[in-house]
Each structure stands twice: as C-alpha cells, then as structure tokens.
C-alpha cells in the first residue's frame, strides 16, 4: 500500500469532502484516509497492484476536483 496527499484546490466544504470520500470509495483498492479543509488535501492509501494513481486523479477530477500539480 501506498499513501498520497493531493492538493484539490477547489474544497471548500465537508460536502466536498464526502463527495471526493464516496467517488474513491467506488475504486478498487483505495482507501480514504481523510480530508483539510484548511489545505485543501486529501490523504488516501491505494494498492497500485490494483489502481493506478492517474485512475484516482481522474476520478476527483471527474466529480469536480481538479488537482493542483
């Protein structure tokens, strides 16, 4: 397992933080560690055997939380 924290500039809520939670909880193999409001970051954990992190990014991007890169 690996641990990643991604920078979605765009969070502004805790809606925003259920919604990104529900989309990743949709993938195999990832783990939603939890989310800062005040850094706009979410942490997660993802087996890359089983998802690759672009398939996560894509999926935030896809619920309306482009990254910061």
Do not use: W
Request: aromatic share 4%; proline share 4%; with cysteine.
């Amino acid at each position: 397992m690996e641990e990643v924290t991604l920078i979605a500039p765009d969070i502004s809520c805790n809606h925003c933080i259920v919604t990104i939670r529900e989309a990743l909880s949709r993938l195999a193999g990832v783990r939603f560690l939890g989310g800062n409001l005040q850094t706009k970051q979410v942490t997660i954990r993802y087996d890359p055997s089983v998802v690759e992190l672009t398939t996560i990014e894509k999926a935030m991007e896809e619920e309306g939380y482009p990254l910061a890169r």
